[in-house]
């Protein structure tokens, strides 16, 4: 029996993981994982206990009990934490900031994969960033998506502003920067580029660029 198709989204902070999983799992009718959304699901858990996220033992503690869930269609995925649709409050900048700090933790990031290969076994389109190295690095197909970290700051700034209109570039930048840095330098999972991902790098290509060029990758390289 033929196993479920799998495909790897991997890269850093805005480089265009999200939307772009989503129109591919939509065209190939896969299920989509964001993957972030679920340690983004633990740092909520964490603000909400009063947890310092400093504090490893206790946030690992806390991510192996959450229940963390997600469901409905690539355009419309939801994210409950313990039974409460979170998914609007996870994307606010308190969770985004403790996020960050709680995803280099070992242990989370530990509890968290073992999830994620639960739910992509039945075949998805799972982004992160280490999906194609750590949490299937067996994926039939490979993305590795990238762009210059100014383009990726404005992309991030244009959302942030739409909470938040007097988001100021300068600080995206920072944030954006900060969270390369942690990501590529973390002892467990680092972001790096699997040997056999297919990089795109999105500097000055819209998403429909992009994502015609999955799409082609997909088609020729998938198994029937």
Not at 45 to 53: F, K, L, P
Not at 86 to 98: F, P
Not at 186 to 193: A, G, H, Q, T
Request: no cysteine.
């Amino acid at each position: 029996m033929t196993r479920p198709l799998i495909i790897a989204i991997d890269g850093p902070s805005a480089s265009g993981k999200s939307t772009l999983g989503r129109l591919l799992a939509r065209e190939m009718g896969l299920l989509y994982i964001d993957t972030g959304s679920m340690y983004r699901a633990v740092a909520l858990a964490v603000i909400d206990s009063g947890t310092n996220a400093q504090d490893e033992v206790v946030v690992s503690s806390l991510a192996e009990k959450v229940a963390i869930d997600l469901s409905g269609d690539p355009d419309a995925l939801r994210v409950s934490l313990n039974g409460r649709d979170v998914t609007g409050r996870i994307r606010d900048e308190d969770v985004t900031r403790i996020s960050s700090v709680v995803s280099s933790i070992p242990a989370v990031r530990r509890a968290m994969v073992s999830r994620q290969r639960e739910l992509g076994r039945r075949g998805a389109v799972m982004n992160g960033r280490d999906i194609g190295t750590v949490v299937f690095p067996d994926a039939d197909i490979k993305f590795f998506l990238d762009a210059d970290v100014s383009e990726r700051a404005e992309r991030r700034l244009a959302e942030e502003r739409e909470i938040n209109p007097g988001a100021q570039f300068k600080q995206t930048l920072a944030d954006i920067a900060e969270r390369d840095r942690r990501d590529t330098t973390r002892e467990d999972s680092p972001l790096v580029v699997a040997k056999d991902a297919i990089v795109i790098d999105s500097t000055g290509l819209s998403i429909e660029d992009v994502f015609r060029k999955m799409v082609e990758f997909v088609k020729s390289r998938a198994p029937a």
